[in-house]
C-alpha cells in the first residue's frame, strides 16, 4: 500500500473531526503539512499546540487556503449546506483555489447522495480535484483510536489505477485497514452509511424501549442486558450505547451520557433515512415512528447536546406539558 507523503488539508474539527486530524498529523511524514480549517479558529489553534512537535500544522482562514498548498483534501461537516460552502463557495470554497486536478477529495459527512454527486461535478468541471464519498462509521472512540469503518464510493484500488491508491492511503490513516468498505460509484458510500444509521438510531430507540419496559416490570437492567446480550436481542446498540446508566461501564449514559452521537443530529441521520427510503420506493415505516419520537427528544433538555441514548431519559421522565 502506498502512503501519504505530500501534504494534506482538513476540514472540520468538530467531535469526530478532531481524532480523525490528530491520527494524520501523527500518520503523516514529519517533513509533511497538515492545513487545518474550521469555523471555530480557536479549536484549530487548541489542535496545533496540542499537536507541536509532531510534524508542522498550520491554521488556515479558509478551505480555499487549505487546499491551495495541499493534495489531498479532507473534510467533515455538519451537513449538506456546509459541504456545498466548504467545497463550492466561490470566494472562500476549494473550487476558488488554484486549478488542480490532481487533488483528492474525501468528504466524510453523512449527506444525502445526490447532494455528493452534484458537488463533485461541479469541482470535476472546474479542474479542482477528484472527489470521493467516504462517510464514517465507529463514533468518537473510533475516531480517535484511528479505527474508523469507511465507506467508500469507488472502486476497490487497483495497480493501474493511481488515485485508488491515494484513495487507500488516506482513509489508512484514520481508519481499520479491514474495515475499508469500497461500495463502487460516486455516492453509493453515502448509500450504505445512510442504510447503516437508519438501522443505528431505530434500534438504540428499540433498546430504550425495551429496556425501559423491563426496569419498570421489575426487572434489574444488568440482568436484563445479560439477558438480551445472551438472546435474540442482542445488538451493538445494547451492547456498546446501552441507554441506561451503570449497566454497560463504556457506554455514553454511564458517562453522564457523553458524546458519542449527539440527540438532536439524530434527526438529520432518520431524516435522510426516510429520504432514501421515499427515493427508492421504500415505506421507511420504522425511520418515521423514531424521528418523532427523537423529534421531541432533541427539544428536551435532559437530551439536549448529550448522547443520543439520552432518549431513554426522555422516555422514562418525558416533560410535563403545559396545561391548556
Known sequence: MSQVTENVAFIGLGAMGYGMARNIRK??????????????KSVCERFC????GIGHSVVVNSPREAAESSQTVISIVPGAKEVRQVYLDAT?????????????????????????????????LAGAG??????????????????????IGHSKPSKTDEISQRLE???????????LFYCGALGAGLAA???????????????????????????DPKLLHEIIHNSTGQTFMADHVQPVPGVVPHAPSSNNYRLGFKTQMMIKDLSLGVQAGYATGIHPSVAEAALRVYEKAAVDPQCIDRDGSS??????????????
Open 27 to 40: 500518520r503523516m511524514p514529519p517533513t509533511a503539512t497538515l492545513y487545518v480549517y474550521d469555523v471555530s
Open 49 to 52: 499546540l496540542e499537536l507541536r
Open 92 to 124: 472562500t470554497g476549494v473550487i476558488a483555489a488554484v486549478r488542480n486536478p490532481d487533488r483528492l477529495i474525501l468528504e466524510s459527512s453523512t449527506i444525502d447522495s445526490q447532494s455528493s454527486r452534484d458537488v463533485a461535478e461541479e469541482l470535476l
Open 130 to 151: 477528484t472527489y470521493i464519498d467516504t462517510p464514517v462509521s465507529g463514533g468518537v472512540p473510533a475516531a480517535n483510536e484511528g479505527t474508523l469503518s469507511f465507506l
Open 169 to 179: 492511503a488516506a482513509v489508512s490513516m484514520v481508519g481499520d485497514p479491514q474495515k
Open 193 to 219: 452509511k445512510i442504510s447503516n444509521n437508519y438501522l443505528s438510531c431505530s434500534i438504540l430507540l428499540a433498546v430504550a424501549e425495551a429496556m425501559a419496559i423491563g426496569v419498570r416490570s421489575g426487572v
Open 311 to 324: 432518549v431513554y431519559l426522555h422516555l422514562t421522565n418525558p416533560p410535563k406539558q403545559p396545561a391548556e
